[in-house]
T-cell receptor
Framework: GEDVEQSLFLSVREGDSSVINCTYTDSSSTYLYWYKQEPGAGLQLLTYIFSNMDMKQDQRLTVLLNKKDKHLSLRIADTQTGDSAIYFCAESTSGGSYIPTFGRGTSLIVHP | DAGVIQSPRHEVTEMGQEVTLRCKPISGHDYLFWYRQTMMRGLELLIYFNNNVPIDDSGMPEDRFSAKMPNASFSTLKIQPSEPRDSAVYFC??????????????FGEGSWLTVV
């Protein structure tokens, strides 16, 4: 199986919360990231969490990490049409020189 | 800074032709990455350089692909000969040493390649 797995699509209504989930296999993962790719553009770092943290909040974004289950989630509160994008989960370890391993990305579609 | 600059942004070429993609990393960044994105395979790391030296090219699909970094401000990814299955978006990215959370990987806008 893949090292980082995500569901491919998520559709939500504007104003609702979105939750994008990710699972990873490397228990020694040190950093976990969420990147955002808007249409026609490259990826941009959205947020990250260190493996000794359970949660990180940044305005409308909440990242939850369950290290036991190797599960990472990104919650976007009050989702807007501008949040429509592909969201990539990634993990890195010191053994991998901290080069992130990316999932395949989740396409978030926000409809009115 | 202008960010990671890639050229061309779009290229359509015929099967068998040589394709050269170019990248200018962010000044001062020691790491340079080439990724390929397709619907089927997602985002794949092809190769990365540290201080102009190729460190890991295990993601390069086959001998038709080659990458060079002659200096700190320029890299190329070459496909010769190109095939329709090479059609993809190719991203160049760069980062500072360590690539920890404080050393974000910055992506270019991508080169959209179509081989017909």
């Amino acid at each position: 199986g893949e090292d980082v797995e995500q569901s491919l699509f998520l559709s939500v209504r504007e104003g609702d919360s979105s939750v994008i989930n990710c699972t990873y296999t490397d228990s020694s993962s040190t950093y976990l990231y969420w990147y955002k790719q808007e249409p026609g553009a490259g990826l941009q770092l959205l947020t990250y969490i260190f493996s000794n943290m359970d949660m990180k909040q940044d305005q409308r974004l909440t990242v939850l990490l369950n290290k036991k289950d190797k599960h990472l989630s990104l919650r976007i509160a009050d989702t807007q049409t501008g949040d429509s994008a592909i969201y990539f989960c990634a993990e890195s370890t010191s053994g991998g020189s901290y080069i992130p391993t990316f999932g395949r990305g989740t396409s978030l579609i926000v409809h009115p | 800074d202008a960010g990671v600059i890639q050229s061309p942004r779009h290229e359509v070429t015929e099967m068998g032709q040589e394709v050269t993609l170019r990248c200018k990393p962010i000044s001062g960044h020691d790491y340079l990455f080439w990724y390929r994105q397709t619907m089927m395979r997602g985002l794949e790391l092809l190769i990365y350089f540290n201080n102009n030296v190729p460190i890991d090219d295990s993601g390069m699909p086959e001998d038709r692909f080659s990458a060079k970094m002659p200096n700190a401000s320029f890299s190329t990814l070459k496909i010769q000969p190109s095939e329709p299955r090479d059609s993809a978006v190719y991203f160049c990215a760069s980062s500072l040493p360590g690539t920890g959370p404080g050393n974000t990987i910055y992506f270019g806008e991508g080169s959209w390649l179509t081989v017909v």
